[in-house]
Structures are given as C-alpha cells and as structure tokens.
Nanobody
Framework: QVQLVESGGGLVQFGGSLRLSCAAS????????IGWFRQAPGKEREGVLC????????YYADSVKGRFTISRDNAKNTVYLQMNSLKPEDTAVYYC????????????????????WGQGTQVTVSS
C-alpha cells in the first residue's frame, strides 16, 4: 500500500523551529521529486518548496526562502522540512507530495503535477 505520512507538527512560538518528516511506505522515494505544500484556514493550498530526486535541485517560495530547508534521506525513505524563524503566517496544515517529474521553477507549486499525498500535519505558530 502506497502511503506518505507526515509528522512533526505542533505548536511553536514566533521565531521558533520545527522539523517535519514525510515518510514513505509501499514505494521508494528515490525516484520521485518531493513537494511540500501548506493550507491555512480559508486559503488555497500553497506550494512552498520542491526537491528533485535526480540532482537534488530545490525550489522555494519567496515566503519561506532563507527560513525553510528541505532535505531527503533516501536510506530512511524520508524527506524532511526544517522550518526556522517561524511566523504566525506560517500556521497551516503541511502536506508532502510526490511527483515523477523533476522540480521546475515554472510549476513546482502546482498541485496537479503531484501523484501521492500525505494526510497533513498541523503547524501552529503563536505570536
């Protein structure tokens, strides 16, 4: 059974850090690009970053650039999202997703290009 499971969310104060994990089962992440999305209440799902499998190329939304870092551990079949200097506007449910197509600056944030999705993990940043 193909499954993506996010974990690591929680409540953190302004300026704090969290590390989210996206663990895959039933398939190998090695051959997939991985994207992280978030959705705040009343807002559309937003693509925040993507990491390719082939060359590790990474693209970040301007809203998280310099604060969020994505990495992958293929041995653990897991992708990580390190979030630093968190702000209240980062509050959202965070999702990871896989794509057979490498990340591209033109469409890395487009949800339809992704195949499998996790169930999401809540991140709440208090002011």
């Amino acid at each position: 059974q193909v499954q993506l499971v996010e974990s690591g969310g929680g409540l953190v104060q302004f300026g704090g850090s969290l590390r989210l994990s996206c663990a895959a089962s039933g398939f190998t992440l090695d051959y997939y690009a991985i994207g992280w999305f978030r959705q705040a209440p009343g807002k559309e799902r937003e693509g925040v970053l993507c990491i390719s499998s082939s060359d590790g190329s990474t693209y970040y939304a301007d809203s998280v650039k310099g604060r969020f870092t994505i990495s992958r551990d293929n041995a653990k079949n897991t992708v990580y999202l390190q979030m630093n200097s968190l702000k209240p506007e980062d509050t959202a449910v965070y999702y990871c997703a896989t794509s057979r197509v490498r990340c591209r600056p033109s469409d890395y944030a487009d949800a339809p290009r992704y195949d499998y999705w996790g169930q999401g993990t809540q991140v709440t940043v208090s002011s």
